[in-house]
């Protein structure tokens, strides 16, 4: 095949400008990402020669080299890894943009000017750094095979890249940065060994580098590739543990927590996991996250290993080397191995408890920790049935017994309850302020029983799937029938009004009297098994298109209320007078409000209370003619 030249994927092009234009003070990141990818490829190639030698060609010394070059210009980042055809290189450095890249886009414009180069690295575009420092980048690659099956590709970041055969006689990539002007401070081998040992000292393969020494030149190791994770515990330092953390997750920040432990017994490994102090950006869109690193017995096997930790734990990031898992196996095998499975229950155990260690030891920084990944683990609890209990007691509400933004637990809860309570009671809504003033809460006030107060609209559908916790029912409290005992004898007298009610307001599958209210006349409910109020709110704005059905609700009715008594009374004398429908429609619609609904009619609404309130006018006008001061006079 010949010479050829294409143009780069659309949203590539856009980000090449974003990377040149607006990165270029955090320039010297292109380096980490360069080494890292070599580090990536040649992790690659061991792990396929593992069952299939002959991919190595018999040269197995593991290497990344470093070649700065004064006459020319250029610095050369060299790998013997698995290299690229002239096929995977056209799809990977220039026309498939990952799923991600329209994401990365949109972060990179709203990230701190700090945070931007971090994203590179965390969004899997790290590549295209490359051009933050050089103005052309030629890139020459070969995958095991013949030398002459190389390939050569070319561009200056422009919008077009070229392709060409290339004779390469040993394996793997090369990637020459004809450095731009300013750039040439990348030439110094004192500036590379310090930025290898700032960003890449815990690469595991040798980075290498040819230096003078005594007038001769040798290849000197620029890394110091410790296997941290390996180490005893007391010997690793603060700093250490960081700066390996940073390595992994290309984080800025330190962790939130570290947890390093090794078990023995049925199978034996070693893990050293961090929860990080922010959602990781590949967590924020879409589901690029990977999974941990896994290592047998150092070797690098695979960096996105998603079955050692349940879904839900993606943030968690980490390592683990364990000398029980079989070697010479795909890595679809090895994922489905049984070993593993032992170790996933292991690490998950482990993260749950530290977790709830924190949550008990330091409950303002478990806070923190929740506002930013809290959605994982209620997505835990809403799945891992095994683990349902831990995971219930790590998640945080606000109660009517917190302030506003503060949050208790359901142990906390359990511990403030009355004994003559057995249930645990939650309401759900937009915001705390609604359903602080919602109908529903007057007899739990009046009561001193604690309601938890949902404003995540996945909090519902937690709390519907655990259905209780630690033997008790968790209990909507705007779901029909929470109180009902002892209205047997007002339902008589009360049962016309109620079936005018019903007949009036055709929104309503039923209208029926409740204890549960205090100062209201009326509040809305949700029938057994139906969504509640904010749920049904939220289908709604989630599928515009395809309108969720409003569920028929049920009018609960305030027997001792003295309006719901002059209503009853009304009926009575004249079962078609005027104010009775008005009434009765206007506690609908003020009860749909207060459920932080919408009226349907706002218009007609205006109207009956403009209505109620002429009449008010009219009875004020003569009371006060009666009662004026000046007809003392
Ligand atoms: P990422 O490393 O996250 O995949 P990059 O933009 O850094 O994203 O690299 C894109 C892809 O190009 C890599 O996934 C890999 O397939 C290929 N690639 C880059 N550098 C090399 C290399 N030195 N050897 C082999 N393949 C490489
Ligand atoms: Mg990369």
Redesign the pocket.
């Known amino acids: 095949m010949s010479a050829e030249t294409l143009p780069f994927k659309a949203e590539l092009k856009q980000l090449l400008h974003l990377i040149i234009h607006s990165l270029y003070s955090h320039k010297d990141v292109f380096l980490r990402?360069l080494i890292?990818?070599?580090s990536?490829?040649i992790d690659r190639v061991r792990f396929q020669g593992l069952t299939n030698v002959e991919l190595l060609e018999g040269d197995s010394a593991w290497k990344i080299k470093l070649i700065p070059n004064e006459k020319a210009g250029t610095l050369t980042i060299s790998?013997n890894?698995?290299?690229?055809s002239r096929e995977?290189i056209v799809e990977?450095?220039g026309t498939i943009a990952r799923s991600g890249t329209r994401e990365f886009l949109d972060a990179l414009k709203n990230a701190d000017a700090k945070e931007r180069p971090e994203l590179i690295g965390q969004f899997?575009?790290?590549?295209?750094a490359s051009f933050m420092v050089a103005d052309k980048v030629t890139v020459v690659?070969r995958m095991p095979g013949k030398p002459e099956d190389g390939v050569k590709w070319e561009s200056t970041g422009a919008g077009e890249f070229s392709v060409e055969p290339f004779v390469k006689p040993t394996r793997g990539?090369d990637?020459i940065l004809h450095l731009r002007g300013d750039c040439k401070e990348f030439l110094d081998p004192n500036r590379l060994l310090r930025l290898v040992k700032k960003y890449s000292d815990f690469v595991e393969h040798p980075i290498v580098m040819d230096v003078d020494n005594a007038g001769q030149r040798i290849e000197d190791t620029l890394n110091a590739r410790k296997a941290i994770w390996l180490r005893d515990k007391n010997e690793i330092t603060a700093d250490e543990y960081e700066a390996f953390y940073k390595h992994l997750s290309h984080d800025m920040q330190g962790p939130l927590k570290t947890i390093h432990y090794k078990a023995e017994g049925q199978i034996e490994f070693k893990a050293l996991l961090y929860v990080p102090a922010k959602r990781p950006f590949d967590l924020m869109w879409g589901d690029s996250a990977k999974g941990l690193h896994l290592y047998i017995q150092r070797v690098f096997i695979l960096d996105d290993c998603e079955a050692l930790l349940p879904r839900y734990l993606r943030f968690i990031r980490g390592v683990v080397d364990s000398p029980d898992l079989p070697l010479n196996v795909s890595r679809e095998i090895l994922q489905q191995s049984a070993p593993l499975e032992k170790i996933k229950t292991s690490l998950t155990n482990k993260v749950l408890s530290a977790l709830d260690e924190l949550k008990r030891n330091d409950f303002e920084k478990y806070v923190g920790f929740y506002h930013e990944l809290g959605v994982f683990l209620k997505d835990g609890a809403y799945q891992d049935y095994a683990n349902r209990e831990k995971l219930a007691d790590l998640l945080l509400f606000e109660s009517t017994r917190t302030d506003a933004g503060k949050f208790t637990t359901f142990a906390d809860y359990l511990d403030r309850m009355p004994g003559a309570q057995t249930d645990i009671y939650y309401l759900a809504g937009d915001t705390r302020e609604v359903l602080e003033q919602s109908p529903l809460l007057e007899r739990f006030k009046a009561s001193a029983w604690e309601v938890l107060l949902l404003t995540d609209p996945a909090d519902e559908l937690v709390l519907e799937s655990l259905r209780q916790y630690r033997g008790k029912p968790l209990r909507p409290v705007d779901k029909a029938g929470l109180d009902d005992a002892d209205l047997e004898g007002k339902k008589k007298a009360l049962q016309p009004l109620l079936d005018y009610i019903k007949a009036t307001v055709s929104e309503i599958a039923d209208a029926r009297l409740t204890n549960r209210l205090k100062e209201s006349a009326v509040c809305l409910v949700t029938p057994q098994e139906t969504m509640s109020a904010s749920m049904e709110r939220l289908m709604q704005r989630l599928q515009r298109d395809r309108p969720t059905p409003a569920s028929k609700r049920i009018l609960e009715i305030n027997p001792d209320h003295p309006l719901v008594q002059a209503m009853a009374s009304w009926l009575d004398a004249n079962k078609s007078d005027p104010r009775l429908e008005r009434c009765v429609r206007l506690l609908y619609d003020q009860a749909v409000v207060l459920e932080g609904s919408k009226i349907k009619d706002p218009l007609a609404f205006a109207q009956r209370l403009n209505a109620m309130m002429l009449l008010e006018a009219e009875v004020r006008g003569q009371k006060s003619e009666v009662s004026s001061p000046t007809s003392d006079l």
Not at 81 to 84: K, T
Not at 124 to 128: D, H, R
């Open positions: 990402e890292s990818n070599a990536d490829a790998d890894g698995i290299g690229m995977t990977h450095l899997g575009v790290g590549f295209y690659s990539t990637v």
